[in-house]
């Protein structure tokens, strides 16, 4: 075709435009979140309409500022519960705090680990030495003991309990370094120490008994007393481990002499004492035992340290 037909042609021709495509895009208002977005974030209370609180019951979600009321009416069940556990174990608190004195005496225990460390130091070495010290007589004040911090003569728990403590570690490393060391062994060793001191007490508070001997000595006093033996067994096992038997013997039976002498001491004037005061005669008959069974108790605790520790040594 000719050039001047083509172009007559296409001037004949509409000619087509492009529009720009009309697909809408939705728009975010102020109260939606953005379409493109897979979850909503509530990170932010004041996010896209999402940080304001739903009203009670809105979609399972609870005002946050609820009154108690209206918490008890959401779950009665489960408040209810909770208010009368709490109430138990008030009732439950408050018993144990009236009668707990029945059956431990909490009050007295206080009196007896009242302790600090200068005195410890001095009954160690009253333990160790009783031939140096002269004063043996308990201070009052007011018809009470004081407190064993301000006397060394008052017996106390803090010694014995850490001293049994003490003594069970120390037969753990006796049997160990001997291969002899199990579990079994070393719970049979600390039963049997307790075996033999509840045995020592209920012998003496029977004895008491027989005796007709009215003392202020307490089963509490007895077990204190009774418990010093052990101060003098660890020495004994300590220097059996390092220097053999002959360190043994010398030093538990210089602490079997020194415990002798201490509880003759300390007993003499919790169960003679009582005599004296009611005008018994000395060599009268009542009062020859009371001096038998004072030498008897000292006389024991030698005996005992003995038995509980001369398997340890070898």
């Known amino acids: 075709m000719h050039p001047a037909g083509l172009a007559a042609a296409a001037a004949g021709t509409p000619r087509l435009r492009k529009w720009p495509s009309k697909r809408r895009i939705p728009v975010s208002q102020p109260g939606m979140a953005d379409p493109h ?48 556990g709490s109430s138990l174990a008030a009732q439950g608190k408050e018993l144990v705090d009236k009668n707990i004195d029945r059956f ?9 680990f009242a302790v600090d460390t200068m005195y410890v130091g001095r009954k160690l ?27 060394v003569n008052a017996p106390d728990l803090y010694i014995p309990a850490m001293a049994f403590i003490t003594y069970v570690l120390v037969a753990g490393l006796a049997l160990g370094t001997q ?19 509840t045995l020592e007490v209920l012998a003496i ?10 003392t202020d000595l307490t089963t509490i ?21 390092l ?11 210089w602490c079997c002499v020194s415990i002798f002498v201490f509880m003759i001491r300390t007993l003499r004037l919790k169960i ?11 060599r009268e008959a009542r009062n020859q035992l009371r001096m038998y069974l004072t030498m008897a108790v000292a006389a024991a605790q030698p005996l005992l340290m003995y038995w509980l520790t001369f398997h340890l040594v070898r």
């Open 37 to 84: 977005q897979l979850f909503d974030d509530t990170s932010s209370a004041q996010s896209r309409g999402y940080g304001a609180q739903r009203a009670p019951g809105d979609l399972g979600y609870p005002a946050a500022s609820a009154t108690p009321q209206a918490a008890f009416l959401a779950d009665p069940v489960s408040n209810m519960a909770m208010a009368y």
């Open 104 to 112: 431990i005496p909490v009050t007295k225990l206080k009196y007896y």
């Open 125 to 151: 070495g009253l333990l160790f030495f009783p031939y140096l010290h002269q004063d043996w007589e308990v201070q009052y004040q007011q018809d009470t003991p004081v407190a064993p911090r301000f006397d």
């Open 179 to 197: 291969d002899r060391f199990s579990p079994d062994l070393l719970g049979l060793q600390a039963s049997s120490a307790l075996a033999w001191l």
């Open 205 to 214: 508070l029977l004895s008491l008994y027989l005796v007709t001997v009215n």
């Open 221 to 241: 006093d007895l077990v204190a007393f009774l418990g010093y033996k052990y101060v003098g067994m660890i020495g004994g096992v300590l220097m059996g481990l």
């Open 243 to 253: 220097f053999g038997k002959i360190g043994y013997y010398l030093v538990l039976g």
């Open 272 to 282: 003679l004492a009582e005599a004296a005061a009611e005008g018994v005669p000395v």
